[in-house]
């Protein structure tokens, strides 16, 4: 799982491509204009911080109230953070690097020759919007050929993607029928298996469908004359009866869809069918032909995620009309290619994504886009040239060894739990040996030898860019793991664990101040990236980690007794997460956000036990009057500075493992050293008693 979310700069802002890119999840926050603010001091943001407020009351804005005192959401985004800061520094810089490309003239058929001809195909705005609709006709026509539910099997094969990831990125949502996802095997994780998920959705989530709150009736609506308005755009008659049609498919689909927090539950999606399964458990589809279309009617076995959603998806194709069916395939293709459509596509997409759903008042620049389309198109062409101009072999190094520190921490944490049993914990000290963690960027980078990058031609490019992306990944189907590969570029802000891999990911970008800066004092480094780096061990014990063994098979590697001590401590912090409430008409879901949770009091306690390990006996120096553990608190709460929009806030608290960042700031509550650097006293509003204090690790 990721360490954030994507919801800071909400991908519905930016670019159309829904059906599209696996890495549609990567930020895009770019700020041309603006620098990445010069690092004066190598430590704690002191000016960042509001010393008016007490921190045992409020510590999120005792650490960052200054700043969010002075920050203002810029227009074109849905929120603004810490994360989205460095953003703006990693974006910037490729942005700079693929303009330098641009601009270079590479040979023919190399890598950089593909960047440049993507990125200047979709700054081509005349000739696209010359082209009008002509990229879209044959397709069109296709979906207008179909005559009857056969084809339309086939047809929906044909938009078979790999869209989706379960537990790398946590990607859940596809807006085609189906999402395909290539990871090693649940039962056989020396292989890589085909996972399929849920899909059929345009809007984020179920609820946006189901719930009955004013905000998402309201959305609702707004929807409907959404697609009424793309379906005018590309020719139909009829729209608003077809868009009226369209919104109770969709309707109906996510009535069989599988919530957020029930898809997180790895024992309810290890349901294995083979094709001819798919016939007697999900009847209606015709799924030979549907196979065929997606070019997969060789593989014989499938991981199912969502059975009951594949049951009810199914039997909608044959219950709902032909014709509906057939304008909600030619609906989204079009939503799906808005981005690389004439401007009036792209105005209607944003009005509805960007502004309704998630509060962006103002679309990105056309260049910002590009360079989101480029990052997602060919990643890692433009990650390998980025690695290697900004990340040097003193930081990895510097980086490695505070990974070793940190697994040491959890090694003695393991060894001193009195609840845990001796087999389970030699286990989990496997699991901690076998652990590859990735620095900075990968040992071997993708191929896009088989994607066609045309100078002229923005649409047929993200076209046959999602189709080499989807044979790329179809093509590893039943051949060995490589434990080694990476599932985020070096370019991108965040952090992964791999569970299925046993493998961690740090790219590049997030290894730099205010998480990472070499000459910071070991307190800051720790409270920063050593609690970010914490939280992704940690994830390898947690309720994914702990049905996860040493070789990534599913196996349930814990007793009963460890089991139950471990539920009732979780159910404790689900509980305080319970509490939180961004808004007085919505909680944070403690349930939806536990794993992330227990990551977060995991990663903050093995990264305090690290800093105290790398001072070997000798006194923390004292800078800015701050001790050097009241250091390493302000620099975990400083990870998590932000502001967000009301509309952006809410689709995360719906839809998002991860629990607000001003939630996430005071799970410092959690900690006894916290209670000590800052003498929180009760009465005081995050003061938790001893017993009350969630320690799971
Ligand atoms: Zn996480």
Redesign the pocket.
Known sequence: ???ISNFLSSKYSQFAAACAATSILAFVVIARAQDAPAQQTHGIAVANMDHAVKPGDDFYHYTNGEWIKRTEIPADRGGVGVFSVLDDLSNKRTAGLIEEIAKSNPAPGSGARKVADLYNSYMSEAAIEQKGLAPLRPHLEAIAAIHDKRELAHALGETLRADVDALNNTNFHTANLFGLWVAPGFNDSDHYAAYLLQGGLQMPDREYYLSDSEHMRKLRTQYQAHVAAILKLAGFSDTDARATRIVELEHAIAQTHRSLEDNEDIHKANNTWSQADFTTKAPGLDWAEYFRGAGINQQDNFIVWQPEAFKGESALVASAALDTWKDWLAFHLVEAYAGVLPKAFVDERFSFFGKALSGTPQLRPRWQRGVFIVDAQLGDAVGQIYAQRYFSPEAKAQVQSMVENLIAAFRKRIDALAWMDPATKAEAQAKLTTLYVGVGYPETWHDYSSFEVKADDAFGNIWRGNFSDYHREVARLGKPVDRHEWSMTPQTVNAV?LPLQNALNFPAAILQPPFFDPQAPAAVNYGAIGSVIG??IS?TFDTEGSTFDSKGRVRNWWTAADLAHFEASTAQLAAQYDTYKPFPDLSVNGKQTL??NI?DVAGISAAYDGYRASLAGKPAPVQDGFSGDQQFFIAFGQNWGSKTREAALRQQVQTDP?APAEFRDATVRNIDAWYAAFNVQPGEKLYLAPPDRVRIW
Request: glycine letters at 0%; proline letters at 0%; zero cysteines.
């Open positions: 799982m990721k360490l664990n939280h992704e994830h794993a992330e990551a991860h």
